[in-house]
């Protein structure tokens, strides 16, 4: 779901006719979303298009893969290739940017649309005909299990793939709401070379959102943002618009270790919904609130975009940095997540510490190359003596290359002792210390 400004429209209707769209769709969803399952959804029998243009088959070519699920009523054509809102563009370009500083190549990067209706309601051909417009193919909860079926067929199509392959889910809106349907599949969590296929999940304005579920919040998984795009504490009593679900453990981790992250602005009620989805009070409001954070020139729905022609250019600025931090910290746990299964020749250490710079050379005048945001495991191909580096009370001299950041690391931020036992001398490697420490 998201502004009816910005559907998806093969050509726009003049204003009477979004209008009307406006009516039909939530006169729709008010008849088709009283029993919240997607298990009970009708079976609708219209087909949609998919993607414009075609997307090939699913491959093995590339190590990375972003599966994207836009929103509700959203498409692709030339101009839009991730959906029409911009949401899901301006999060592809910040994980595709967090991949790079992570020395992943453009080209090593799949990015693919989920192929799934991502549609409102099931009209009839004449109120297509008389609103010049078709919200369709299929009735919002069906749309939602076809999406979900579709997300947990490519993920086992992964899984299986020779060389394994890293997916990045991400979702916007009822595509959120599609990949925490898929996650939680016993198909996904219950099969571990599936889940192991999984990197990360990035959800922004996730119509499932579940504000109750213990530590995501404090870990800083799932982000709140006010109207300034500053972070605040989320209200327990609220989530999801459409549904409460929350993050299997496998994906929410703990203390750091998850690979589930979302962002939801205070003001979204599709994401920050106060009453529950079924009960009498949400009976009574919830279209209203819907309209209110959906529709409009400035609805906060769709306000996670940097491609909004209606937010302003200090707003744009904002929901890139917020997009530019979570989509950071969903490639530091893909990355480990590839680690894991693809376990590199090197050493695994322990950085503590958050925001740890790794440079060109090993020495605080270098380059930074990177940033380590917060505790993860990094794999350690030598280290030597350089740069003496004080923290606190604690000083040391040695240094570690990190072959998949590209750059050094001082040891005062490894857990353990100053000279990592087991870790060879870079002096010692034959052709010596890796090319970027041409320091001397």
């Not at 502004?3 to 209707?13: G, H, L, T, V, Y």
């Not at 490519?154 to 009822?174: E, H, R, W």
């Not at 709401?177 to 939680?184: D, E, F, P, S, Y």
Request: with cysteine; aromatic share 8%.
């Amino acid at each position: 779901m998201h502004a009816i400004a910005e559907r998806r429209r093969k050509f726009r209707p003049p204003n009477r006719s979004r209008r009307r769209l406006g009516a039909a769709i939530v006169a729709g969803l008010s008849a088709l979303t009283m029993a919240l399952s997607v298990g009970n959804a009708p079976q609708a029998q219209a087909q949609y298009p998919g993607p414009v243009p075609p997307q090939p088959p699913l491959n093995c070519d590339k190590p990375w893969v972003i599966l994207s699920a836009y929103g509700t009523a959203e498409f692709t054509d030339a101009g839009h290739p991730y959906g029409t809102t911009g949401v899901n563009d301006t999060y592809i370009g910040a994980l595709k940017t967090a991949l790079g500083r992570n020395n992943v190549a453009a080209a090593d990067i799949d990015v693919r649309n989920l192929n799934y209706p991502a549609s409102a309601i099931d009209l009839p051909q004449w109120i297509i005909d008389l609103i010049g417009y078709d919200p369709g193919p299929d009735d919002y909860a069906d749309s939602v299990r076809k999406g979900h079926d579709e997300a947990v067929k490519d993920l086992t199509f992964y899984a299986n793939c020779p060389n394994k392959p890293t997916v990045i889910m991400l979702g916007y809106s009822q595509g959120a709401q599609v990949n925490k349907n898929a996650i939680n599949d016993p198909a996904v969590t219950g099969n571990k070379s599936v889940s192991d296929a999984v990197g990360a999940i990035v959800n922004v304005g996730d119509a499932s959102r579940s504000n109750s579920q213990i530590g995501m919040d404090q870990d800083g998984q799932m982000l709140t943002i006010d109207q300034g795009y500053n972070r605040v504490p989320s209200d327990v009593g609220r989530g999801g618009l459409m549904q409460r679900q929350d993050v299997p453990g496998v994906f929410a981790g703990f203390i750091t270790s998850g690979r589930y992250y979302d962002v939801c602005r205070s003001d979204d009620l599709v994401c920050n919904e106060s009453a529950y989805p079924g009960s009498d009070e949400w009976k009574n409001r919830w279209l209203q609130d819907f309209g209110n954070t959906a529709f409009g020139e400035d609805a906060p729905h769709i306000k996670y975009s940097t491609y909004t022609n209606n937010t302003s250019g200090t707003d744009r600025e904002k929901a890139a940095a917020v997009a530019s931090d979570v989509a950071t910290k969903a490639v530091t746990a893909a990355v480990q997540q590839r680690n894991v299964v693809h376990p590199p020749p090197d050493t695994p250490e322990q950085v503590w510490a958050t925001n740890v710079n790794v440079r060109a050379q090993p020495t605080t005048d270098a380059p930074i190359v990177t940033t380590i945001p917060e505790p993860t495991t990094v794999y350690v191909h030598c280290q030597e003596h350089a740069q003496l580096v004080t923290y606190g009370i604690y000083s040391n001299d040695a240094w570690s290359y990190l072959p998949q950041q590209g750059g050094w690391i001082s040891n005062i931020f490894l857990t353990g002792p100053a000279w990592m036992p087991g870790v060879p001398d870079c002096n010692d490697l034959p052709g010596g210390p890796p090319a970027s420490a041409a320091h001397r």
